[in-house]
């Protein structure tokens, strides 16, 4: 069993009209549309970890069958959040895939590719690269989940994963929606654009 844990519970303060997650991408919300793309993959639960303004969030979307957490530490950084996501990880579950709300340009091929590489492999963490840049979602063993819990800050994982010197296993994708998230009203419009060219 493989897990994702969306974390969306930031605060958006880049934005000028927050929340960010409630955003449209096409018929569906920013949130919607990543948690989408993880029901169409080979992962078996999703949760989705939400924090400032999480009432509102929730009554205006349609997350299927995920897991709601609440993460009202939220104000404490990432890290609050990547604790709370790893708690709610069901016992059987044996990796995480550690996943940002705001990466509409994911696609379900990369996260097929993710999960298959650590079927083959173990982990205990595997990444997709693009052109040679390390991106997200990350998916970690469940061997990590301890080590996961100790992060502190807004750091999120990728000092955590210097830090402890594991290998990480690398998966080559052609998606550059591994590297882009929605940070900024900028990046909301780019993402517009790039979808509306896809089509």
């Known amino acids: ?35 989408g793309k993880f029901w169409e993959s080979m992962v078996d639960e999703v949760i989705v970890v939400l924090g400032y303004d ?35 990880v069901a016992p059987g579950s044996g990796a995480a895939i550690l996943a940002l709300g705001d990466q509409p340009l994911l696609s379900v091929a990369s996260i097929d590719a993710i999960v298959q590489k650590y079927l083959e492999t173990g982990g205990p963490v595997v990444a997709p690269y693009f052109r040679g840049r390390r991106g997200n979602p990350v998916l970690f063993a469940r061997e990590s989940f301890p080590h996961l819990m100790r992060i502190q800050g807004d750091r999120g994982a990728k000092a955590f ?19 882009f998230d929605v940070d900024s009203e900028a990046d909301y419009e780019e993402a517009l654009r790039r979808l509306r060219n896809s089509r």
Do not use: C
């Open 1 to 35: 069993m493989i897990s994702a844990v969306v974390l969306a519970a930031g605060m958006s303060t880049r934005f000028r009209r927050p929340p960010k997650q409630l955003l449209k991408i096409g018929k569906r919300t920013l949130l919607e549309t990543v948690v």
């Open 161 to 179: 994963i210097t830090k402890q010197g594991w290998k990480v296993v690398k998966v080559p994708v052609r998606d550059s929606g591994v590297l």
């Open 54 to 88: 999480s009432n509102h969030i929730q009554q205006n979307s349609s997350l299927g069958q995920a897991k709601v957490v609440i993460n009202t530490e939220y104000r404490r950084g990432m890290g609050t959040s990547i604790r709370k996501g790893i708690e709610a």
